[in-house]
């Protein structure tokens, strides 16, 4: 069975630092790997994913990720935070078969400081 | 317009009642979803239907039942609301891998929530 862990739930930096969120998958088969960002009282947008290609990924708004198979992680990582990447983060699993279910991690409240 | 769109946005309701969430996609995609986010931000999927097929049922109780009167459309309907119920559902649609189509990465696209509260 997938799984998903992000280690922290909390994460705190100050603007313009380096962002780092953890996340490590279980799967018995090759994942397609995701990070999606929940804003205040808004839906789930997406980041960046992974899908077997290339294994350091670029998304949106400066985020990029790097698919580890030997760490068995999919870490997103951003070089100089802003006030506005203040959000919930989720990293999440699908299994690559015909229908797309999506297993999501705990999810990651990163806060931003002037 | 809206890709994914859900209503009501927010629901205030008793315990007891039956109450129903409706969602659409207009992105052309053949396979919806349920999801449930508590007040701790898990997210657990609770259904999935593909072209009008329920495919995923998650442990989910029997008070809650989902509708898809076509693939663009699924509702979920709620009987005999407990206060564990109290939650924000969010709707998602995707375009299976095995339609094939531009979109066979997996990636789920995610209405704005519907945030249910039991009184």
């Known amino acids: 069975a997938q799984s998903v862990t992000q280690l922290g739930s909390h994460v705190s930096v100050s603007e313009g630092a380096l962002v780092l969120l953890r996340c490590n998958y279980s799967s018995s088969v090759p994942p397609y790997l995701f990070w999606y960002v929940q804003y205040p009282n808004q839906g789930l947008q997406l980041l960046l994913k992974?899908?077997?290609?290339?294994?350091l990924v670029k998304g949106i708004n400066g985020f990029e990720a790097e698919f580890k198979k030997s760490e068995t992680s999919f870490h997103l990582t951003k070089p100089s935070a802003h006030m506005s990447d203040a959000a919930e983060y989720f990293c999440?699993?699908?299994?690559?078969?015909?229908?797309?279910?999506?297993?999501f991690g705990a999810g990651t409240r990163l806060a931003v400081h002037p | 317009d809206t890709a994914v769109s859900q209503t009501p946005k927010y629901l205030v309701t008793q315990m007891g009642n039956d109450k129903s969430i409706k969602c659409e996609q207009n992105?052309?995609?053949?396979?919806m979803y349920w999801y449930k986010q508590d007040s701790k931000k898990f997210l657990k999927i609770m259904f999935s239907?593909?072209?009008?097929?329920?495919?995923i049922n998650e442990t989910v109780p029997n008070r809650f039942s989902p509708k898809s009167p076509d693939k663009a459309h699924l509702n979920l309907h709620i009987n005999s609301l407990e206060l564990g119920d109290s939650a924000v559902y969010f709707c998602a649609s995707s375009q299976s891998r095995l339609a094939g189509g531009s979109s066979r990465t997996g990636e789920l696209f995610f209405g704005e929530g519907s945030r249910l509260t039991v009184l």
């Open positions: 992105l052309g995609h053949d396979t």
């Open positions: 992974y899908t077997s290609a290339a294994t």
């Open positions: 239907y593909n072209n009008k097929e329920l495919i």
């Open positions: 999440a699993v699908s299994v690559m078969g015909g229908y797309n279910k999506l297993i």
